[in-house]
């Protein structure tokens, strides 16, 4: 028997041959097969994982543009109750005198808002990956194709066929089932990432709508300044 | 809609003879829904039997047992393949059915199938002579995120522009003076293919 290792990114492929039996032909297809299997795992495995880490950086955004509505906020409130727009008993007391540049307050809410577009253009390009991910996995169930299930196959054959095989099907066994972990990894790996890439778009979506709210509120200011004061 | 999920190809021998006993053990606990179940559970019960008796030979490193192993693992598989259609149709969709069945339910296709109704009302006025804008506007859709609109001029082979605005209403500047314009508008929901509005054209003055 004669130990072959091919280095493959996701884990080492290592297979005993018996080199006095020639290779089969539905042997050689179903080695080829286990490669793509491994392939395709790797290549889901880095997508993920790109993906993955693209929603973290949309996250930090998120989390930086909501932040900067608490001061816009705060502010708010004081502008409203200057102009009357609403009932001051609500806000805290401070004893020095302050001022509002409301030019500087809009030039701040002009900013967060381009942002927020900016940060969109992303959500929309990863929202898009996932929402077609989610659909791929739900009418196949894995990322491997019907030309891997077709590969499943002939390594079943390769197993009933044993003595025929150059292949050892000890060394292929053991194999497999390291493989079988490796997919498992994947596999929860994908698991995760569903589960950050909703609460992602999830907290897109609050961003999104304290936001809107936060703009309405001071549109309104600014159409009070326009009737009454310039 | 959630189904059985049926990959459990790439599960090692222990984790697909656990899998098996749970749906054998759920599914006899929950004899009330699933009344007729096809194949029935006794089928279940003799391939995983034979299944794991098939590990336990093959444990040995002996290149039959191996082979032997491997065709009780085919059988299992159909047999739970089988059941999980059974248990489909008996759910239909329902996740506690499927749960209670000791199946896993399936990853729910995108929440973004909902389509971007069509915007109604886009009217597009100019401003007054010499600012070089228009003020464009379309009916409010509490769920849109953003409002895209789309302009260009009116002549053939004119580039579109696009512009996105988180309200209904948008300002678009710099245009041309005594320049007519075409103009189109989207909803951008959680869907983001846009459904665009008839066109409307104006002058820019």
Do not use: F, G, I
């Given at each position: 028997m004669k130990e072959i290792v091919k280095q493959h990114p996701l884990r080492p492929i290592i297979l005993e041959f018996d080199i006095d039996k020639p290779a089969l032909d539905f042997e050689t297809k179903a080695l080829e097969a286990y490669y793509r299997q491994h392939d395709r795992t790797w290549d889901t495995k880095q997508q993920l994982l790109q993906h993955k880490d693209a929603l973290f950086a949309l996250e930090v955004k998120i989390t930086e543009l909501d932040y900067a509505l608490l001061p816009i906020e705060q502010q708010l409130d004081f502008l409203e109750a200057g102009f009357q727009?609403?009932?001051?008993?609500g806000l805290p007391f401070i004893e020095e005198e302050f001022t509002i540049d409301v030019g500087e307050f809009n030039n701040d809410i002009i900013q967060h808002n381009r942002e927020l577009v900016e940060l969109w253009k992303g959500v929309d390009a990863e929202q898009k990956w996932y929402n077609e991910w989610a659909d791929h996995i739900y009418e196949n169930e894995s990322w491997f194709d019907e030309q891997d299930d077709e590969g499943s196959d002939l390594i079943h054959k390769v197993f009933r066929h044993y003595e025929e095989v150059s292949v050892d099907i000890v060394s292929l066994d053991r194999d497999q089932q390291e493989f079988f972990g490796a997919v498992g990894e994947v596999t929860e790996l994908q698991d995760e990432y569903f589960d950050y890439g909703e609460a992602i778009l999830d907290l897109y979506t609050t961003l999104h709508e304290r936001s809107e709210k936060v703009y309405r509120r001071a549109e309104r200011i600014n159409d009070h300044i326009d009737k009454n004061i310039l | 809609m959630k189904k059985p999920t049926m990959n459990f190809k790439n599960l090692d021998a222990a984790q697909l003879l656990q899998f098996a006993e749970e749906i054998h053990n759920k599914m006899t606990d929950n004899s009330d829904i699933f009344a007729t179940p096809s194949p029935e559970l006794a089928t279940l019960a003799t391939a995983t039997a034979a299944y794991r008796d098939a590990v336990t030979e093959a444990a040995f490193n002996d290149r039959r047992a191996i082979s032997f192993r491997n065709e009780k693992r085919g059988e299992l598989e159909t047999v739970i393949s089988d059941l999980a259609k059974y248990v489909e149709i008996t759910a239909r969709g329902n996740q506690t059915v499927i749960l209670s069945a000791g199946f896993l339910p399936t990853k729910d296709p995108s929440p973004d199938s909902g389509v971007n109704p069509k915007v109604e009302r886009l009217a597009v006025q100019p401003h007054g002579l010499g600012s070089l804008k228009v003020a464009a506007k379309v009916a409010p859709w509490e769920k849109a995120r953003y409002y895209q609109f789309e302009y260009r001029k009116k002549e053939a082979g004119a580039e579109s522009n696009a512009v996105l605005s988180p309200t209904s209403t948008l300002d678009i500047e710099n245009l041309e003076a005594f320049q007519e314009y075409e103009f189109r508008a989207s909803y951008l929901g959680k869907s983001t293919t846009p459904n665009y509005s008839d066109v409307v054209s104006t002058f820019a003055l």
């Open positions: 727009l609403t009932d001051q008993s | -």
